[in-house]
Structures are given as structure tokens and as C-alpha cells.
């Protein structure tokens, strides 16, 4: 028997927006620290209700020295709060950053050949 | 066309980057000799110049007014006190307010929106506030930008959001800003309206 659960139905399943997120920050930032901070900062500028309604999930974060990118999910009604939200981050930890939305899409292929396709991840 | 109403440095690789076309610089000058002096070190076509005026009282605003009016393009007042704000925007000199909201208040009311409609005053927002407060700073004050907000859509009065940027961390892209502006309630066009034709066709008439 199979432990696993089944897939939310079609009915009930919310659709997704996918974005790419750079942040170009003044100190190094770890990647691995990266997802922590943006989460930290999602909850503290929307809120655990905001954050839980938005259905905010960071799928990826990479990069290298002072430039980091992350791959941000979340629910496609309130995409525009995410991205209203993702624009007020002014420090993540000790270092100042300045973040842009490079683009959204509906699917992480196009998102993935679309706006990270001059990266060095991809 | 993105137009930033309002940064305090220029940088042509950032504004290409940020996807604004045009952008106002625009700082608090203490006399008009240092105005003078920024117009001649920067030299692009995309770059409009204005003054941002600080005023204690309406003799003091008139009379920088009329000072900074002759050289610079673009005068927005600095929001202060409920009452140097409604004589800020009784001057048809004024291009528009900025930033009056405080974590009180919105720092107008229907009857300052109504002669701002009246006058061509806009109301300008910087992200500038919103990015250095902090905890319930920030929260307040986007309860009182949102509520600004609500009273310019209400009543006529023209709205422009900036970015406000000192140092390259302030600045954020044309789009992010967008998105802001809805996050604060406008509609989608209107936003983007805040962020192009508005600032634009203030420019426009000032030059003319």
C-alpha cells in the first residue's frame, strides 16, 4: 500500500505563479541563509495570515558573491501582494539589498528559460 | 514611458537597469547657486531638475517658492502640518505634495484634496519612507499612505509614486513599483498611470 498522500483535488488546488527574484546585496550573501532571511522578512511584512494566504514557498535559491537569486511560489490571486511585499525588503541580515522581480510565469520551465537562462545556474 | 519623480543621484546604467526612461532630480537645496551647480555637473536629456521645499510657515514657503520656481522645473513641497500642506497646495506653483502622510495621520483631508483637483497638485508617495521604517513604524505608515491614497483617488487629486532613492539600495524597478502602487489600492492602469502619463505630462507642462 501506497503511504502517500493524494494530490489536492483540481477543484480545491490553487494556481500557481512562479517568480524570479535578484537580490543584489552589499555584503556575500549563502545562498542557504538567503531562503531563511526571505522568509523571515515575508513574515514580518505580511504577517503568518499574509504569508499562509499567499501560499509563499521558496522552491530554489542560488548565485554567487554579491548577486543571489531565488525561484518564489506562490498563489495566483495574491501574487501581486508577494511581489508588493518582496519590493520592501531593504536589508536581509546584516547586509543591505536591493531585490527585483525579473519576471513571472505559470510554469518553472518558462520561468527557468525565460529569466534565468543567463545565469550561471542554468 | 517610467518616470522616477523623484531620486537624488543619477546613474545612467541604473536607470536602464530599473527600467525608468526619465527621472526628476530632485533634492532639498539650501540656496539656488547649489541647483545651479548639480544642472551643470549632470548633462542628459533624460534628467529634469526640482526642488523639494521644507517650509515652517506660509512666508517661508511663498518666498522659497518664488526663489527655486525661477531655475528649477519641477517644486514639490515637502509635506509638514495639516496647515502647510493646504497652503502648499493652494500655490498653482507647486507640481505637487510630497510624501504628508506621517504615522498619525494622512496629512490631508477631502477639502486639501479638493483644491489640489482644483490646482493640479498631485500627491507624491516615496517608497523612500516606507523602506527605512521599521516595525510598527512601517505599519502605521502604510495605514496612513493607504488612506492618503483613498482620499487623492476620491477626490480628483493626481497621484505619483517614487522612489525617492539617495543611494543605489532605495532604487527598485519601474514594474516593483507598479505593483506597489496596487498594493496600496489602485487599479492596475491606474498604477501604472502613477508611474508614466502622470509624472510625464507634469514635466511636459512645467517645460513649457
Request: aromatic residues 8%; proline residues 2%; hydrophobic residues 40%.
Amino acid at each position: 500500500m501506497k503511504n502517500k498522500l493524494k494530490a489536492l483535488p483540481a477543484t480545491i488546488r490553487q494556481k500557481k505563479r512562479y517568480l524570479a527574484l535578484k537580490t543584489e546585496s552589499e555584503k556575500e550573501l549563502n545562498c542557504a541563509d538567503l531562503s531563511k532571511l526571505l522568509w523571515q522578512e515575508m513574515i514580518l511584512l505580511t504577517g503568518h495570515f499574509g504569508t499562509a494566504e499567499s501560499g509563499f514557498w521558496i522552491i530554489e535559491t542560488f548565485g554567487s558573491k554579491n548577486t543571489s537569486f531565488a525561484i518564489i511560489a506562490c498563489e495566483v490571486q495574491k501574487y501581486e501582494k508577494v511581489r508588493a511585499a518582496l519590493t520592501l525588503i531593504t536589508y536581509l541580515g546584516n547586509s543591505r539589498v536591493r531585490p527585483k522581480v525579473l519576471g513571472v510565469s505559470g510554469t518553472l520551465k518558462k520561468l527557468r528559460t525565460k529569466y534565468l537562462k543567463n545565469t550561471v545556474h542554468y | 514611458m517610467f518616470v522616477d519623480f523623484h531620486c537624488e543621484f543619477f546613474d545612467p546604467d541604473l536607470l536602464k537597469e530599473t527600467g525608468f526612461e526619465k527621472i526628476v532630480v530632485k533634492r532639498h537645496f539650501s540656496s539656488v547657486s547649489e541647483l545651479e551647480k548639480l544642472k551643470k555637473e549632470i548633462k542628459d536629456k533624460n534628467v529634469v531638475f526640482g526642488a523639494e521645499i521644507t517650509a515652517s510657515n506660509q512666508g517661508e514657503l511663498s518666498r522659497k517658492i518664488t526663489e527655486f520656481s525661477k531655475s528649477a522645473d519641477i517644486i514639490t513641497v515637502h509635506g509638514e502640518t495639516p496647515e502647510i500642506n493646504r497652503l502648499a497646495v493652494r500655490d498653482k506653483r507647486v507640481h505637487a505634495l510630497t510624501h504628508p502622510q506621517s504615522i498619525k495621520n494622512a496629512g490631508i483631508d477631502h477639502s486639501t484634496a479638493r483644491v489640489a483637483c482644483d490646482n493640479g497638485v498631485a500627491l507624491e508617495i516615496q517608497l523612500f519612507q516606507l523602506l527605512h521604517s521599521h516595525g510598527m513604524q512601517k505599519s502605521r505608515l502604510m495605514h496612513s499612505t493607504m488612506n492618503a491614497v483613498r482620499i487623492a483617488d476620491k477626490y480628483g487629486m493626481h497621484i505619483i509614486f517614487s522612489t525617492g532613492a539617495k543611494t543605489k539600495w532605495d532604487l527598485r524597478s519601474a514594474q516593483d513599483m507598479v505593483y506597489l502602487a496596487m498594493a496600496f489600492g489602485l487599479e492596475k492602469d491606474a498604477a501604472k498611470r502613477t508611474l508614466s502619463s502622470l509624472p510625464e505630462s507634469i514635466i511636459s507642462e512645467a517645460k513649457k
